[in-house]
């Protein structure tokens, strides 16, 4: 089932110049999971919110499976909503909370039972039917909604930050285990999270918001090796920024020159976004010495190395090297590197930041 | 042994600092608050049942089976009767609005709620006679269709509803916007009507605090005094409560008589504090228990294998 939504605009309040969304448009592939990514205060959930009618929009459409559903009431929409809380029914066993819905659709009795036991298991929980919420740990609350989210044979699949209150160790095998469900599934889903690596590794298809409106969107890759503004860039993996200006149609980057942005003039301040895993410490071998960093600071994490450098130009980066390729350099804080980057975005620096 | 007795000693002595008062502070503290308690609280309570009781057994029980005191019983129960079920649904309906929906008029709402509270019950219940009484609004229209509401039973049940009607809804709205509505909109999203969702989870959720502000209501509708005063016309055996039927006795010197009369209110207060007591206790022994059971099946499964069967 695709799920559509067309310049959608949601306001709270009496506040009229900033939107919690303002005209957002997308469209959610069917049996793809979709991520909407963004920080805090994007409008990622609120426009989750309005795709279950949980919210009404000020402006725009929502459709599923091609009907229009804007005026729609939650109850007839048919969508498996998993909230961030769980919002478990607190007074029901595991078992009532996942047959709730199909019990609301007067499902014959011994199908319930069927299908409860059915999504137990689905779920890995065959034997806590009879639990109360509270005597589960977080990780399996978060499972027990999503089969009674599924219950109900949605069209579409809702998470509001579904890993959001678990603890890393949970979060990861939960991720897991999520993709293995919505193979099995095939379910749309539509997934809500902050947490830019959970998008990365879960999602086909990634709508990244900032400020109520759409940064970018596509899919991770595009995303990540092709970010559209300086936004998506820092968002998105983590970038070194460095600074420079555009010179015979080239923009200085460390030891590297850059072709310049399309229609950046000469003398135009621009930013360069480095990935910490595109950048590579070397001996200085014939450099130019004003081009030349110092090796600030040494720390490993696991088989990786992070090199922080100082640039001559004065910013400090991070270079994330594999630890032979470092070992094989002996070098160590103070001596001077020269940086090479393997792929460097320049945006023209917007003078907002 | 000894050992035993220093381990004791040296833990009464951290508590001892952790306190930081000295014994005889702290006991002084201890004798002020229970000479309080004594004096405000113990010491009336016990005067109505000594009183009471003070020529017998037999005297206390034929004052309690005079027609009139046995009408009055009758009354409280009647009113009591009737304002709680319709604080039930009136506290449930504001509640739910008040807690679930934003709308224009909100505060004003939950200040009319709180209206009860903060007038005085003399004026509540001549707001009643001003409104119903025989030169009130509605007086004229009233005695010509024969209908008697002041100094009547359907005065002394509207000013007894009117006094209560904050403690249901009160508790209800304080328990509700604690809650939250996430369970309410997931029921939403699971296809539930909003009847649905009040019948099978709104309700389940409150029903401590439910039995609360029953309880309370109950209480305050058994005792109510001065809202149902100016309504009644204390006419004997027709519009007489029990505390006004305390009243009464009180100023014939019938001694005997009130105190008895108002020993079955102080036992009414009494069970209803026991049965609040009950409602806390069931409420808090039940989460221990569930409690307890996921303790005890602790090495709970967190292995997450596929091998799940396809909805």
Same mark, same amino acid.
């Given at each position: 089932?695709?799920?559509?939504?067309?310049?959608?605009? =949601?306001?709270?309040?009496?506040?009229?110049?900033?939107?919690?969304?303002?005209?957002?448009?997308? @469209?959610?592939?069917?049996?793809?999971?979709?991520?909407?990514?963004?920080?805090?205060?994007?409008?990622?959930?609120?426009?989750?919110?309005?795709?279950?009618?949980?919210?009404?929009?000020? #402006?725009?459409?929502?459709? !599923?499976?091609? =009907?229009?559903?804007?005026?729609?009431?939650?109850?007839?929409?048919?969508?498996?909503?998993?909230?961030?809380?769980?919002?478990?029914?607190?007074?029901?066993?595991?078992?009532?909370?996942?047959?709730?819905?199909? =019990?609301?659709?007067?499902?014959?009795?011994?199908? &319930?039972?069927?299908?409860?036991?059915?999504?137990?298991?689905?779920? #890995?929980?065959?034997?806590?039917?009879?639990?109360?919420?509270?005597?589960?740990?977080?990780?399996?609350?978060?499972?027990?909604?999503?089969?009674?989210?599924?219950?109900?044979?949605?069209?579409?699949?809702?998470?509001?930050?579904?890993?959001?209150?678990?603890?890393? #160790?949970?979060?990861?095998?939960?991720?897991?285990?999520?993709?293995?469900?919505?193979?099995?599934?095939?379910?749309?889903?539509?997934?809500?999270?902050?947490?830019? @690596?959970?998008?990365?590794?879960?999602?086909?298809?990634?709508?990244?918001?900032?400020?109520?409106?759409?940064?970018?969107?596509?899919?991770?890759?595009?995303?990540?090796?092709?970010?559209?503004?300086?936004?998506?860039?820092?968002?998105?993996?983590?970038?070194?920024?460095?600074?420079?200006? &555009?010179?015979?149609? @080239?923009?200085?980057?460390?030891?590297?020159?850059?072709?310049?942005?399309?229609?950046?003039?000469?003398?135009?301040?621009?930013?360069?976004?480095?990935?910490?895993?595109?950048?590579?410490?070397?001996?200085?071998?014939?450099?130019?010495?004003?081009?030349?960093?110092?090796?600030?600071?040494?720390?490993?994490?696991?088989?990786?190395?992070?090199?922080?450098?100082?640039?001559?130009?004065?910013?400090?980066?991070? &270079?994330?090297?594999?630890?032979?390729?470092?070992?094989?350099?002996? &070098?160590?804080?103070?001596?001077?590197?020269?940086?090479?980057?393997?792929?460097? =975005?320049?945006?023209?620096?917007?003078?907002? !930041? | 042994?000894?050992?035993?007795?220093?381990?004791?000693?040296?833990?009464?002595?951290?508590?001892?600092?952790?306190?930081?008062?000295?014994? +005889?502070?702290?006991?002084?503290?201890?004798?002020?608050?229970?000479?309080?308690?004594?004096?405000? /609280?113990?010491?009336?309570?016990?005067?109505?049942?000594?009183?009471?009781?003070?020529?017998?057994?037999?005297?206390?029980?034929?004052?309690?089976?005079?027609?009139?005191?046995?009408?009055?019983?009758?009354?409280?129960?009647?009113?009591?009767?009737?304002?709680?079920? %319709?604080? *039930?649904?009136?506290?449930?309906?504001?509640?739910?609005?008040?807690?679930?929906?934003?709308?224009?008029?909100?505060?004003?709402?939950?200040?009319?709620?709180?209206?009860?509270?903060?007038?005085?019950?003399?004026?509540?219940?001549?707001?009643?006679?001003?409104?119903?009484?025989?030169?009130?609004?509605?007086?004229?229209?009233?005695?010509?269709?024969?209908?008697?509401?002041?100094?009547?039973?359907?005065?002394?049940?509207?000013?007894?509803?009117?006094?209560?009607?904050?403690?249901?809804?009160? $508790? %209800?709205?304080?328990?509700?916007?604690?809650?939250?509505?996430? $369970?309410?909109?997931?029921?939403?999203?699971?296809?539930?009507?909003?009847?649905?969702? /009040?019948?099978?989870?709104?309700?389940?959720?409150?029903?401590?605090?439910?039995?609360?502000?029953?309880?309370?209501?109950?209480?305050?509708?058994?005792? $109510?005094?001065?809202?149902?005063?100016?309504?009644?016309?204390?006419?004997?055996?027709?519009?007489?409560? /029990?505390?006004?039927?305390? $009243?009464? %006795?009180?100023?014939?010197?019938?001694?005997?008589?009130?105190?008895?009369?108002?020993? %079955? /209110?102080?036992?009414?207060?009494?069970?209803?504090?026991?049965?609040?007591?009950?409602?806390?206790?069931?409420?808090?022994?039940?989460?221990?228990?569930?409690?307890?059971?996921?303790?005890? +099946?602790?090495?709970?499964?967190?292995?997450?294998?596929?091998?799940? *069967?396809?909805?």
């Amino acid at each position: 089932m695709t799920v559509r939504v067309e310049n959608i605009v =949601k306001r709270f309040g009496q506040s009229s110049e900033s939107a919690a969304v303002a005209d957002v448009s997308f @469209e959610a592939q069917p049996k793809a999971i979709t991520t909407l990514l963004g920080p805090s205060g994007s409008g990622k959930s609120t426009l989750l919110r309005l795709i279950a009618g949980l919210e009404t929009p000020d #402006q725009g459409r929502v459709f !599923i499976d091609g =009907k229009d559903v804007t005026t729609l009431s939650p109850q007839h929409r048919n969508v498996g909503f998993v909230f961030q809380s769980y919002a478990l029914f607190k007074h029901m066993t595991v078992a009532d909370n996942v047959a709730f819905g199909m =019990k609301i659709r007067r499902l014959p009795k011994a199908q &319930v039972h069927k299908r409860v036991a059915d999504l137990l298991a689905l779920v #890995q929980l065959p034997e806590y039917g009879g639990r109360f919420p509270s005597q589960l740990s977080g990780g399996q609350r978060q499972r027990v909604a999503l089969a009674r989210a599924l219950a109900i044979e949605p069209q579409v699949l809702l998470l509001d930050e579904p890993f959001g209150a678990l603890d890393t #160790q949970v979060r990861l095998e939960l991720r897991e285990w999520l993709i293995s469900l919505h193979e099995q599934t095939g379910i749309t889903t539509i997934l809500v999270t902050h947490d830019q @690596e959970e998008a990365l590794e879960l999602s086909q298809h990634i709508v990244l918001l900032n400020q109520g409106r759409v940064a970018q969107a596509g899919s991770p890759h595009d995303l990540y090796d092709q970010p559209a503004d300086e936004f998506v860039a820092s968002f998105l993996g983590g970038a070194n920024v460095i600074k420079s200006r &555009v010179s015979d149609g @080239e923009a200085k980057v460390g030891t590297q020159s850059v072709p310049a942005p399309a229609g950046a003039r000469e003398g135009t301040p621009v930013q360069a976004f480095v990935r910490p895993h595109n950048m590579r410490v070397r001996r200085p071998n014939g450099d130019n010495p004003v081009d030349l960093g110092k090796i600030e600071r040494l720390t490993r994490v696991g088989g990786y190395v992070k090199v922080y450098v100082s640039l001559p130009s004065g910013e400090s980066v991070v &270079v994330l090297m594999a630890k032979g390729d470092l070992d094989a350099l002996h &070098v160590e804080p103070g001596d001077p590197v020269a940086v090479d980057m393997v792929d460097a =975005k320049v945006f023209v620096q917007s003078y907002s !930041i | 042994m000894s050992g035993i007795v220093t381990q004791r000693a040296g833990s009464a002595q951290r508590r001892e600092t952790q306190v930081g008062e000295s014994l +005889l502070v702290r006991v002084l503290l201890i004798l002020l608050a229970l000479a309080f308690l004594g004096v405000f /609280l113990v010491a009336p309570l016990a005067t109505v049942f000594v009183s009471a009781f003070s020529k017998g057994v037999g005297p206390y029980f034929a004052a309690l089976a005079q027609d009139d005191t046995v009408d009055a019983i009758w009354l409280t129960l009647l009113t009591a009767g009737i304002a709680v079920p %319709l604080n *039930v649904v009136f506290g449930i309906a504001a509640a739910w609005l008040i807690s679930k929906y934003d709308f224009w008029g909100k505060s004003l709402l939950i200040t009319v709620v709180d209206l009860p509270f903060s007038v005085s019950p003399v004026i509540s219940g001549l707001i009643f006679v001003l409104l119903f009484g025989a030169r009130g609004w509605f007086g004229p229209w009233l005695t010509e269709h024969d209908i008697k509401i002041i100094f009547a039973v359907p005065g002394i049940v509207m000013a007894t509803t009117f006094v209560t009607f904050p403690l249901v809804a009160r $508790e %209800l709205i304080a328990v509700m916007q604690a809650q939250g509505s996430d $369970e309410e909109e997931a029921a939403l999203t699971l296809g539930a009507s909003g009847p649905q969702i /009040l019948w099978r989870i709104t309700l389940p959720k409150v029903r401590w605090g439910l039995l609360y502000g029953v309880i309370l209501c109950n209480a305050r509708a058994m005792g $109510e005094f001065g809202a149902v005063s100016v309504v009644s016309g204390h006419v004997r055996g027709l519009t007489n409560t /029990l505390p006004l039927q305390v $009243e009464i %006795l009180y100023n014939e010197y019938n001694f005997v008589g009130a105190f008895a009369v108002a020993s %079955l /209110l102080s036992a009414l207060a009494l069970v209803t504090l026991c049965v609040k007591k009950i409602a806390e206790w069931a409420a808090s022994s039940r989460q221990a228990k569930r409690d307890a059971s996921s303790r005890a +099946l602790a090495p709970v499964q967190n292995a997450v294998s596929l091998e799940g *069967v396809v909805p």
